[in-house]
């Protein structure tokens, strides 16, 4: 059994649900590159670390830059069911996802080692949090996909068996020969 639901929050289609995931996601990935711009021209960084805050900073945008292209594309594939465009964004997404969970993980456990017990409580919180969003908006994407993908297989497969049969592959026809008309004259 595949995980997939059948509806976004259990009363949306998944297609309308496909389009907000790309939209929220759209929207964070702006707003993530314009506290990056900030954080940039910000004079509070210590010139210490502004040759790693600068490279941190491109790196982090750059990624945050195709993200929000792949939403764009996941927008216009989920409204134009163009399979190739959500499965583009949902590989994207779940390898982005996996590497954010271990980042987490790592960075949980800094948080209780070093920092007060509050802030590394609120960490973790938000971080959990902010992984069962994207979870579940990985799941939509892919039940949208996977949804899509089984309709226009069980399509095809309805369309050849309604096909004509002069446009199908012509079988060879096997020859069997009739008795002779010799035995019975005599």
Not at 33 to 42: F, K
Not at 95 to 123: C, E, G, M
Not at 152 to 168: F, G, N, Q, T
Request: net charge positive.
């Amino acid at each position: 059994m595949k995980c997939v639901v059948q509806k976004c929050c259990y009363c949306f289609p998944l297609k309308c649900g496909t389009i907000v995931v790309g939209v929220l996601h759209g929207v964070y990935s702006s707003l993530s590159i314009a506290y990056l711009v900030r954080r940039l021209v910000s004079e509070d960084i210590d010139p210490e670390h502004k040759e790693y805050v600068l490279a941190q900073s491109c790196v982090q945008g750059t990624l945050v830059a195709l993200f929000m292209i792949l939403c764009l594309l996941l927008v216009y594939g989920a409204c134009r069911e163009k399979l190739m465009l959500l499965k583009v964004w949902f590989m994207f997404s779940f390898t982005t996802l996996v590497i954010w969970i271990i980042i987490y993980i790592v960075l949980s456990a800094v948080y209780f080692a070093t920092a007060p017990l509050l802030y590394a409580i609120v960490y973790a919180v938000l971080a959990l949090v902010g992984v069962v969003i994207n979870v579940y908006g990985v799941l939509i994407v892919y039940s949208f996909y996977n949804h899509l993908y089984r309709a226009r297989k069980m399509a095809k497969a309805e369309a050849a068996e309604l096909e004509p049969m002069s446009h199908r592959r012509a079988q060879p026809i096997e020859v069997i020969p009739l008795p002779s008309s010799d035995a019975g004259e005599e």
